[in-house]
Nanobody
Framework: QVQLVESGGGLVQPGGSLALSCTAS????????VAWFRQAPGKEREGVSF????????YYKDFAEGRFTASRDNAKNTVYLQMHKLKPEDTAVYYC???????????????WGQGTQVTVSS
């Protein structure tokens, strides 16, 4: 059974940091594109960052550039999202995803985690 399990979410004050992890079981992330998406209340799910299996590069949406860092550890079958200088508007459920196609579209990912809540509030 394929599972992606996120962890590391929680409540943080504005300006704080959080580190999310996503560990896969029943699936090898090596050779797949991996991504982080988020969904805020009342909003559509949006991409945050992805690591492309095609060119090995990491891509960020504008709001994440310079504040978030995505990485992967193939030996641990885990991907990470380090988030700094968090803002209230970063409040959302964060999802990791993996797939062959990759990119910014959700259709590019075949496997999804259940999500972890990130709340930025004083």
């Amino acid at each position: 059974q394929v599972q992606l399990v996120e962890s590391g979410g929680g409540l943080v004050q504005p300006g704080g940091s959080l580190a999310l992890s996503c560990t896969a079981s029943g699936l090898t992330l090596d050779g797949l594109s991996v991504a982080w998406f988020r969904q805020a209340p009342g909003k559509e799910r949006e991409g945050v960052s992805f690591i492309s299996r095609h060119d090995g590069n990491t891509y960020y949406k504008d709001f994440a550039e310079g504040r978030f860092t995505a990485s992967r550890d193939n030996a641990k079958n885990t991907v990470y999202l380090q988030m700094h200088k968090l803002k209230p508007e970063d409040t959302a459920v964060y999802y990791c995803a993996a797939g062959q196609l990759g990119g910014w579209g959700q259709y590019g990912y075949d496997y999804w985690g259940q999500g972890t809540q990130v709340t930025v509030s004083s």
